[in-house]
């Protein structure tokens, strides 16, 4: 690939993945009662904390785009990503979790590598150019 195709590549992954998060916080935040169920969890109550889990997937879907935008930057979303794998396999491990929980960490695990191989790619390839007479 060449470097604008890599660049390209790249901010449509932070775009999905945004997106990816922009859709969780409003399934989360709009109609907890569904996602619960559609996730494998009772009735949820108190619904605060689950429409709270949305808006914070709202606010990471912003950040996740305003770094990207400013700053061609990927940190913010490698780290709520990694974060996010260490605390639901963690959770898989140590309680009765259901079917989304183990599936969560798996998407979030392949976004965040994905995104971190093509970043770093795309860097490389931007050292190497930059290196060359």
């Known amino acids: ?12 992954l932070v775009t999905l993945i945004a997106l990816h998060s922009l859709g ?14 559609l996730g494998g969890w009772p009735e949820p109550s108190p619904l605060f904390f689950i429409r709270q889990a949305g808006v914070f997937h709202l606010v990471v879907a ?5 770094e990207y935008h400013r700053y061609r930057g990927i940190t913010l979303v490698v780290l709520a990503k990694s974060i996010a794998v260490v605390f639901l396999l963690t959770m898989t491990l140590t309680s009765n979790a259901p079917w989304a929980v183990p599936a ?4 979030d695990a392949a976004m965040a590598a994905t995104l971190l191989l093509l970043h770093r790619k795309t860097r490389d390839r931007k050292t190497r150019d930059r290196h060359q007479f």
Do not use: I, N
């Open 1 to 12: 690939m060449t470097e604008r195709k890599d660049q390209r590549l790249e901010r449509w």
């Open 104 to 107: 969560s960490a798996a998407g």
């Open 62 to 66: 912003a950040g996740y785009l305003l």
């Open 24 to 37: 969780v916080g409003v399934c989360l935040a709009g109609f907890p009662r569904w996602s619960a169920a």
